[in-house]
C-alpha cells in the first residue's frame, strides 16, 4: 500500500447536494427517498419529456423540462386561481409586474432597482444553489442566473401555465433552471439544500404563510439567505379599503412587526430591512 494515501472525508449532511452538483429532490411520496434530476432537464434549449422515479418505484413526469413534483390535486383561494389562467401567465410580467413596484410605492422604482437589490443581498456564488419560492415566471432566480451563470437556480410554483411562461423567457434569454411543479407548504428538497432562497410577492397570496416559511427555514442552509419582498398594511384609509377587499380574495398584510414577528417563528431573523411605501423588502437569515 506504499505510495498510496487514503483521505477519508467527512461529508456534511448540508453539503452533499453541493459536491454532487446534481439537483437531489425529496419524494413526495417517501419523505427519505432521493431523486436525481439529470442535469438536461434544466437545459431549456432542448424540450426534455419524461419521468423520474425514486427507488420506491413512485413515478413523476418531467414536461416541457417542468419536473412535476405536485402528484395530487390541491384547493386555491380566488387570488391563487387566478395564477392558474393562462392569460395571467401570459401577461403576469410584461404587464404589471416590470411596473408593480412603481405603483405600489408611488414613486419611480424601475425594475431593474429591484435586480440589483437582489443581486446585492443574496451575492449567488459559482456552484452554489438558490431558490425561487413561488416564482410566477421565475424573474428572480432568471436575474441571478443571468448575473452568476456558474450559479445553480431552481424556481418552484405550484401553476403549471406560470413554469411554462417562465421556460420560455427564460429558453428566450438562454437562461438554465431547474423549473418545478411543488407546494411551497412542502418542499420536495431535503434540509439544507439551498444557499439562497428568494420570495418576491408571494408572502402575501399563501393561505399557509407560517408552514411555507419553516419550509423555507428547513431547505435553507445555516449560513444561507432568504431574499423577501411583500406588502404590508397600507397606512391611508383608501390604501386599507383597497386591501381589505384584496382579503376577500385571499390575500394578506401585515404591518413590519407582524411581518418580523412572523419571519421570527419561523425562525429567521432580520440582517436588513426597508419599506417604499407599502413595498418591504428584507433580508433574512437562520436565527
Ligand atoms: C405574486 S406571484 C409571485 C411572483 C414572483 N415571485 C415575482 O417576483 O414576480 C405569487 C406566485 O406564487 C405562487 N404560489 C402561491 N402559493 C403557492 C404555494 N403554496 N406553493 C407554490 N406556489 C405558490 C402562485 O402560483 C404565483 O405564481
New binding site residues.
Partial sequence: MEGLRVVQLTVHPENSVLLNMKLQVRSPRHDREVIEIPSKVSKLATPFNGSIASAKGDEYKITNNVIDLLPDE?E?SI??ST??WKLT?SV??DLW?KR?LSLLTGEEFPIEKEQELLIEWMNPQPQKWYL?????????ARTLKKHEPKSEQVA????DV?LQEARLKAEAEQVDLYLVK????NLPFFAGTFDGL?????L?????ELK?LYECRRVLKSDGTLFM?HLIKAGSWYGRLFQESAEWGGLQFWSVDESNLLFRRAGFKVEEQFTKGIVCFTKLKPN
Fill in positions: 390541491l386555491y387570488a391563487q395564477n392558474h401567465a403576469y410580467e409586474r408593480s425561487d419560492v413561488g416564482c410566477s415566471t421565475a424573474l428572480y418552484v410554483d405550484f401553476s406560470m411543488a407546494d411551497g407548504r428568494s420570495m418576491g410577492g408571494t402575501n397570496e399563501l393561505t399557509d411555507v419582498m
